[in-house]
């Protein structure tokens, strides 16, 4: 059994993980971690999980973590997890992080994006981006993960397998629709559900933080035009890439490389992806359509931000890491209903 | 008192027209034609309007409107609506047709987009299209107005000022999210409530009929691509408009020309618009971001499906023609919550 | 025109209220109070309203309302609005209340079920109940009025006209779910979107302070048991109330006295009430089922809670208080959808 | 492996138990029976699960279906799995029914609520009443299971251990609110999304199939007066019980008999429960008032109708018939979000 903390227990992040740890065969949680619920019952703050877990939250020790657990997962806000991760790192544990801190290897953009100084720069070479589908070798020996962003990981895996075709200085535009899981459990006016249900926005447009992430992991080949939208769902992102490739190809052929990727299915032409049936899995659905009135080629994909694009990852990369199959306790079909 | 006749009044656009015309100081309802429900009471079929409707539901008969009625107002599905709007024509009462038949004004574009061959084509050139802020004058004297649809308002307020700066062969994104009630009320299993309750998706990517309205109404001068999306709420559009303009310019003066309009709010750079504040109104309001990172100026607007874009659109072009001002019976703000 | 002041303008029921008044013919908002605002155009903190209304928000000045209002609504939260009402009151202008503190007649409830002295006793005897179908008259002359809370009505309504066959000491069952608009909006860990959406909960059991207004405006001849409950949906309450008769009797000949009601739609027995229909209305539609097997009469009854419920009611009482047709400005049928 | 066979698969029951069965450590999926989708993929069928399963839907034959599996779930409307439960109880293998047609143990209740003649009342003393906490031993050795229904599960947790307290001739208030997906996936008016989204109703009233089996299910030693609701959520019931107890008692002591069972959490005193803490998993929670003021108790409970009302229920059943641990594949945490 791998033996499993996290820390920064109480966030929309790491309770999916605890969820998904908990149905986990070949792993357990042994220590959960929260500064602010410190002492209190996991049960008591969590009710979801009360029957389930017996432990008590604790505050952070990272030797005492280091000494209980195979792997830290670390889930707390962006550019709050930095100082964690190093402490972890040092007591030679292994981390997985489901925040920002360490995705970004130009500290520069951190601080551009963030506005913050990046607080373990010396870190930035260690980590390794979580990614399953293109770097479950360096993931297998990383000492850090960073797991990826939900909007990146439904940006990057349709889009990687394009890029032969897609024009570098021409922008592709990708319009994004995010349930509101996505915003965390901080409270706000704009999500407050009187304000939310029966809304639709779009925020951020040009400064949001996952743009230089999928540029960096698309090679910087692409200029990504990235727009968020939240709509009034709990769960799931829908996001719609356009652009107008260069030649004629075969996407066909170009998605080939995931046939066998356990979590990434490719629904073909003419078959765009839909949220529902993704809920509360780890998959990643693609479907695209060619317009050859304006030349334009559109892919959409489909994810469970909480699953696919953060807590599932993390338990994908969590299963490479320990060399079980990368698939197990992920095995659950969409929720549709 | 305008007396107003209503074709189709059971769809979801006569029904809210019926609730906008009940509302109105100058008019009233005084014919309901529903083939399939002839014979019934409005407010038996209808239940939220017991004890504000008396008519019965009758089968449609030209002359005989005609003669109750100063404006009759049809809203039946798309290229259903040509015939009724033939045979009024033909008595001489004015007609306002909430569907697509006499938007376009090339039938082969209609026979393209619709599957169908236009059953009036020789209307077509007498059919003025309602959109206020452009064609008031015309509208003014129109025997026949083909109101717009939700989703080409949504995109030709935001774009028609800044055709300027439209390179005319490089494809504008649109992408649009759609409330469910823009579906109408025939039942398909995608929008059973457990199946799009918590869903996203995207259709009929590069074929959906309202890109040739849109592109018309822009004078052809804009390529545009259209992917409509439905997202888990009952009424709005917002819309997300995403072009590399040709040149530099000043938008906030090309928006300048909406500064009379009564349902145009130009909320300004930095403030894109959401839907929550236009619920249950008949504004459309825009707001933008230009990127200077990727040269792209992007709109978003947002509207009510059934207002803004459709009944309301209906009643305002009412209020033209029967020299009311434009804003009666329009005067109410969003609904928030 | 009826000029009207609104005190606590950036509350929902505020807000709603604000809505009808614009759209009503015979009144205008010339006034909006928020101390948190005050000094702020309406339009930046409602954008909702942005177009509609030229008005700043303003400090609280008694006299200064009174000079320029004809009457002033006050809707702030519970326990807040006696001295705002104290203070106009001793002006002389005509006060309504959208919130509790003058429903109660005996201070010993009020400070019971709200947890203080009730800060003006001495005018809970001026105070009308408005509850317009039951004291017409009495609102007629009133110098202030307690608008009746949303749950109250939709119970009091069904209830009134049955309470010959109510056993008084035997609890009346009242099950009734709301929309979250009804928790106004400070921000709460429980109304926050993804943790209400698709939630459904009870609260306050036994100790809901809407149950002694319940039982006053009754006579105090039903013991009610009132459980209220939400969920997510933004506007309307469903409300189920379950009693066992104690003699058989004609339920629609009981329900007959609200036939010249305006906004009391009685569906009939086997025809209970839906929110859907009523929602966006001043509606409180009821309809009934008798169980044979079990003696039970079962009526449920719906309201949109910011219109039936608090705002519609406040300018159903405001056009009885100036002479109007009751129903002016308030002839807006459900929005369905 | 336990080898599942599954017929009616297309439905919202099978659905989830075929999620739950491929999550399942010692189960697989073998067959899955539909005929109306018979010939095609199971992945076509429902894209929810490309990937995971490789099946055809079949035509229904039971003893092909006896030969490959060990159990057979039926998962088809009311009325009309009884002939599948038979064909496949001939045959030997063992039959979990989903359904209620071998619930209710009279066949005349049976003819009186569902409306049509029972149509194997030779096998109703062969079935057991699949409620584990109650009937496990049973369960254990039982050749048809009749799984019991979500609303059922959500009043019989509750009430079961209060009998004594209960009055046998007052009706117990059962007010039941439920999630869509309840309904199944049959197309009709009210479940459209626009008619459903924002609405709330009451249905069945007095009539609800459920009444019976609740009431069998108590030894009929209690009247229920059950009315159900739906609200806009997709999974999930929210009871709420009300009755006046005949002595003062101890309500933990009561359920203190639960302190053991998996899957009922009693949350306490002062403690409702609520959806979003059981949504995803099998828990049913329940937590209750004693209201002093009315005498009444209040008892609310919560399900994941999907899951802990039926197919967690029917898995939790074949644990128990193949002798594993009653939990296996079932500790998912609630989701929350």
New interface residues.
């Given amino acids: 059994m791998i033996r499993v903390g996290i820390v920064g227990a109480t966030g929309?992040g790491a309770?999916?993980l605890?969820?998904l740890v908990?149905?986990h065969?070949e792993a357990e949680p042994v220590a959960m971690v929260s500064e602010s619920a410190a002492g209190q019952q996991v049960s008591d703050v969590?009710?979801?999980?009360?029957?389930?877990?017996e432990l008590s939250l604790e505050s952070f020790d990272a030797a005492s973590l280091a000494q209980r657990c195979d792997v830290v997962i670390v889930g707390v806000p962006g550019t709050k997890s930095a100082p964690f991760v190093r402490d972890l790192h040092e007591t030679g544990v292994r981390v997985l992080d489901l925040g920002p801190d360490f995705r970004l290897k130009d500290p520069a953009l951190f601080r551009q994006y963030y506005k913050v100084d990046h607080p373990a720069p010396e870190l930035l070479s260690d980590a390794v981006y979580g990614m399953a589908p293109f770097h479950r070798e360096a993931i297998a020996d990383a000492r850090i993960v960073a797991v990826p962003g939900c909007y990146p990981l439904s940006v990057i895996v349709p889009v990687a397998p394009l890029l032969d075709a897609v024009e570098t200085d021409?922008?592709v535009?990708v319009?994004a629709?995010s349930?509101?899981?996505g915003?965390g459990?901080s409270?706000?006016?704009g999500?407050?559900?009187?304000?939310?249900?029966?809304?639709?926005?779009?925020?951020k447009?040009?400064v949001h933080q996952h743009t230089p992430e999928i540029e960096q992991a698309l090679g910087n080949r692409a200029?990504v035009?990235f727009?968020p939208?939240v709509?009034?769902?709990?769960?799931?992102?829908?996001t719609?890439i356009?652009f107008?490739p260069r030649q004629s190809f075969d996407v066909a052929s170009a998605f080939r490389r995931y046939e066998s990727e356990?979590?990434v299915?490719v629904?073909g032409a003419g078959r765009?992806?839909?949220?529902?049936?993704?809920?509360?899995?780890n998959?990643c659905?693609l479907g695209w359509?060619?317009?050859?009135?304006?030349?334009?080629l559109?892919v959409?994909s489909?994810i469970d931000n909480?699953m696919g694009g953060t807590s599932g990852m993390a338990v994908q990369c969590m299963n490479i890491m320990f060399g079980l199959d990368e698939s197990t306790g992920l095995?659950?079909?969409?929720?549709?209903?």
Same sequence: chains 1, 2, 3, 4.
């Fill in positions: 929309y309770r999916e605890l969820r908990l149905a065969p969590l009710p979801a999980f009360r029957g389930l877990v021409i922008p535009v319009d629709v349930g509101v899981s915003a459990r409270l706000s006016e999500f407050h559900f009187p304000e939310m249900n029966e809304d639709l926005r779009a925020y447009l040009a200029l035009q727009t939208h709509a009034p769902l709990t769960r799931g992102i829908l719609t356009t107008r356990p979590f299915r629904l765009p992806a839909e949220v529902r049936y993704v809920r509360g899995s998959f659905d359509v060619w317009d050859e009135r304006t030349g334009n559109i959409v489909a909480l095995l659950a079909g969409g929720m549709a209903p």
